[in-house]
């Protein structure tokens, strides 16, 4: 079956501009997360979805990140006034729940931003 | 301060000649641990998960094993399609389905 795909796969933008990051799950998969890598680095987690709400944020940076799921499967992760410091590979993951052996995350192919 | 380890850093092995590889972790309370296997340009792999002290898992060439303080996941004969980075994870009873993240293996096998 299909995996999780992540649009766009590559996005330049320039210091200050406003971006959007979109994430189709596994189709069934109740969680959704949201991780940000950089080079060299393992994943960082930014923000976790249980159905339409955001069971944990704590993870994003500060407020100019933003993530929606509002209809329980697409989500999009939003940056106003990108800065250089955002330019990394934004993964998204998805599990069949958040329980013992659901729990499995499945990661799409990411999107690299890169801010100028 | 929930924190996990990996080394090496980099692994350079020729084809055949076997190896582990580490994953230190230091929890409140570790729930699962998960191996990822990632190849340039693209997401994370799932390799394996394992619960509980003692477990062990395979998969082809690789095994992976938990202790109460680390993990070890077994190169046994490698090939060079086995060159990646390995990456190993931990999930926290009471924090949900959050991933914490090594800084990953850098593997290469040569012929």
């Known amino acids: 079956g299909a995996g999780v795909s992540q649009t766009p796969s590559n996005k330049v933008t320039e210091k200050g501009k406003y971006v959007e990051l979109r994430c189709d799950p596994i189709s069934g998969h109740t969680a959704l997360y949201w991780y940000r890598q950089s080079l060299g680095q393992g994943p960082e987690f930014l923000i976790y979805?249980?159905?339409?709400?955001?069971?944990?944020d704590s993870g994003l940076p500060n407020d100019r990140f933003f993530a929606v799921r509002p209809e329980g499967s697409v989500s999009t992760l939003k940056i106003q006034r990108t800065e250089r410091g955002d330019s990394a590979v934004y993964l998204c993951?998805?599990?069949?729940?958040?329980?013992?052996?659901?729990?499995?995350?499945?990661f799409g192919p990411g999107t690299r931003l890169t801010v100028l | 301060e929930d924190q996990v380890t990996q080394s090496p850093e980099a692994l350079r092995l020729q084809e055949g000649e076997s190896s582990s590889l580490n994953c230190s972790y230091t929890v409140s309370g570790l729930r699962g641990l998960f191996w990822y296997r990632q190849d340039p340009g693209k997401g994370p792999e799932f390799l394996f998960t394992?619960?509980?002290a003692g477990e062990e898992k395979e998969k082809e060439r690789l095994k992976a094993t938990l202790t109460k303080k680390e993990s070890f996941l077994h190169i046994t004969a490698p090939k060079p399609e086995d060159s990646a980075t390995y990456l190993c994870a931990v999930q926290i009873h009471n924090q949900g389905g959050k991933l914490i993240f090594g800084q990953g293996t850098e593997l290469s096998v040569k012929p």
């Open positions: 993951a998805s599990s069949l729940g958040s329980g013992p052996s659901t729990d499995t995350q499945y």
């Open positions: 979805f249980q159905g339409t709400g955001a069971a944990d």
């Open positions: 394992l619960y509980s």
